[in-house]
């Protein structure tokens, strides 16, 4: 190893580097410090020179850490966290503020929440971007620690003992169909219930999977004739149909402004699924984080899935 010196080592590599080790891509990198993929590629190219090691090797499309490179992943992105801290300023003025938020978020997340949350942050802080992403429910973790994400919106139920955790809404399932339909005439009992041909939304939340063993341990099978991966395209493929879809009750109601369609209550019990907020220990300090949370908690009230309840009162069976 290279004997090293104070004045070789510019905190805008290390940056690059950390980052790199946690996306295991110079593009995604680059998209993520916003930007090119050549400054990435000369930031590595680079620290390899000043550090005497290779850093990455290719292997195939994708890029694999050395063991010394994988060695700095902790120690350089805590000690990174460290300086943002120190010289952040003391009092947070959201209007001045220029900074990209990338947040985990479910679909059920997005509908409830994001609308609210983008008329807020344009109103308060105009040069804050947000992205949002899809992870599966085993990588949020790592995703918070490392930062590869600033916060987690979904239903996250067991995650390590340094991420923070606060309920943001409880929702329940119901099944929607279109009011033309047959099922929207009645009360849906089990044998109508199996006998619908149902489209599946498939997806990375751990509560839409458990929703299948629920109605497994009713003896209930649907009758799955299409598998979608969000809930975009449900109003198109139910419309003028005789198909049904399960899905939580604040998606079906945002789904259904123009009273197109039934949200029928499911023919046996299945657990109601919680909605949470959750960033990592080391972030409670940053003022940016901070207000971002704060923003999105604001928001419970209009998630809120009484509101829902209480606003379909009066309609019957469904709405």
């Known amino acids: ?5 104070e004045a070789d080592i510019d905190l805008n590599l290390l940056r690059v580097l950390v980052v790199v080790l946690q996306e295991r891509s110079m593009t995604r ?15 590595i190219r680079r620290l390899r020179e000043i550090l005497g090691d290779p850093l990455f090797v290719k ?11 994988l060695s700095l992943e902790a120690p350089l992105s805590d000690a990174l966290s460290a300086i943002w801290h120190s010289v952040a300023p003391g009092v947070l003025e959201p209007s001045t ?10 679909s059920v997340g997005e509908f409830a929440l994001l609308p609210f949350l983008l008329r807020r942050v344009r109103a308060e802080a105009p040069k804050v971007t947000i992205e949002t992403c899809r992870i599966p429910v085993e990588a949020v973790d790592d995703a918070l620690r490392i930062g590869r994400v600033d916060l987690a919106v979904g ?3 067991e995650l390590g003992p340094a991420t923070r955790r606060v309920l943001l809404m409880r929702d329940k399932y119901v099944c929607l169909v279109w009011a033309g339909s047959a099922a929207a005439q009645k009360t849906l009992e089990v044998a109508d219930f199996i006998e619908l041909s149902h489209i599946l939304v498939a997806t990375v939340a751990s509560s839409h999977r458990a929703i299948e063993t629920m109605f497994a341990e009713h003896g209930i099978h649907r009758n799955v004739v299409l598998t979608v991966s969000g809930f975009e395209a449900v109003p198109d493929l139910v419309r003028g149909t005789d198909l049904a879809v399960v899905l939580p009750s604040k ?34 300090a940053d003022s940016g984080n901070a207000w971002l949370r704060s923003l999105i908690l604001s928001q419970r009230e209009l998630c809120d899935v009484s509101r829902f309840a209480k606003s379909q009162a009066g309609r019957g069976p469904g709405f």
């Open 97 to 106: 503020m220029q900074r990209h938020f990338r947040i985990a978020m479910s």
């Open 251 to 284: 998606v079906a109601d945002r789904l259904n402004r123009g009273n197109e369609f039934r949200g029928l209550p499911l023919p046996v019990p299945v657990q109601d699924f919680e909605v949470t907020l959750h960033w990592d220990a080391r972030l409670d």
């Open 1 to 5: 190893m290279k004997r090293l010196h």
């Open 29 to 43: 990198a680059a998209e993520r410090l916003r930007i090119t993929q050549p400054a990435v590629s000369f930031a």
């Open 59 to 69: 292997s195939g499309n994708s890029l694999v850490p050395t063991q010394y490179a």
């Open 155 to 157: 239903n996250y139920r």
